[in-house]
């Protein structure tokens, strides 16, 4: 079992910026690509990014340019750096791993 925890989740104003980490309860990362998901309200989840277990990352073109994904392989952390957040980034933002899921960290982005 895998266990995903996000955290870094909060209220910002449009321009600024947050970090998301999700942290991993066992070494996963040069495994497979752990990806980045939002849902905000009643839309459908969303494919965000990823990272490969190369190091490569890939963007929706919705954020391409504005978000960036790292991971730091010691700390068993994946980060997603989001910046230049506008209201439309407002969801929960999930990490996923195979069929393995964190809880959310909610992002709100005030105009």
């Known amino acids: 079992q895998v266990q995903l925890v996000e955290s870094g989740g909060g209220l910002v104003q449009a321009g600024g910026s947050l970090r998301l980490s999700c942290v991993a309860s066992i070494d996963i990362f040069r495994v497979k690509a752990l990806e980045w998901y939002r849902q905000a309200p009643g839309k459908q989840r969303e494919l965000v990014g990823a990272?490969?277990?190369?190091?490569?990352?890939n963007y929706a073109e919705s954020v391409k340019g504005r978000f960036a994904i790292s991971r730091d392989t010691a700390k068993k952390t994946v980060y997603l750096q989001m910046n230049i957040l506008k209201p439309e980034d407002t969801a929960v933002y999930f990490c996923?791993?195979?069929?393995?899921w964190g809880q959310g960290t909610q992002v709100t982005v005030s105009s």
């Open positions: 996923k791993w195979f069929g393995f």
């Open positions: 990272i490969a277990s190369d190091g490569s990352t």
